[in-house]
């Protein structure tokens, strides 16, 4: 049986890294042979955390900063289950970083792709935990 994770089409700009990382995703998936059924993606709040609307999957949006506690209650009771958490780095770095810590301690087997662009996206540029020191942005 084939794996078809095509849902919607983005609303992401051009040029946007979510793009590519969609499409990478889609395509390990289907590489996998792991059907839509066996995936879970979590998200958070933000321009990265629009993945699991544009992935034919189970999914689950969470507050902002809290997308790996209900990733892991996911995993905990089943599984079999793939789990993949999709965040930004404003979601997951800043408030959501004890989470993360206390994710790596438990060791627990889910997946967490970090989209790292340096601002807070849907806030057009907001510096972000991860902004570089000394950039230029609309907050600094």
């Not at 958070?44 to 544009?54: R, S």
């Not at 969470?62 to 009771?77: D, E, M, N, Q, S």
Request: hydrophobic share 40%.
């Amino acid at each position: 049986m084939g794996c078809d994770y095509k849902l919607y089409e983005p609303a992401w700009c051009l040029g946007c890294g979510n793009l590519m990382i969609r499409t990478a995703l889609k395509q390990a998936l289907e590489e996998l042979k792991i059907q839509p059924y066996q995936v879970v993606i979590v998200s958070g709040i933000g321009q990265a955390a629009k993945m699991l609307h544009y992935i034919r999957a189970n999914g689950f949006n969470g507050l902002h900063g809290r997308a790996i506690p209900p990733t892991i209650g996911i995993k905990l009771v089943n599984r079999d289950l793939k789990v993949i958490v999709e965040s930004g780095d404003g979601d997951t770095y800043g408030q959501g970083g004890n989470h993360f810590i206390h994710t790596i301690r438990r060791n627990i087997d889910i997946a967490i792709l970090f989209i790292i662009n340096q601002i807070y996206g849907l806030t057009k540029g907001q510096a972000s935990p991860t902004t570089a020191m000394g950039q230029k942005n609309i907050t600094i």
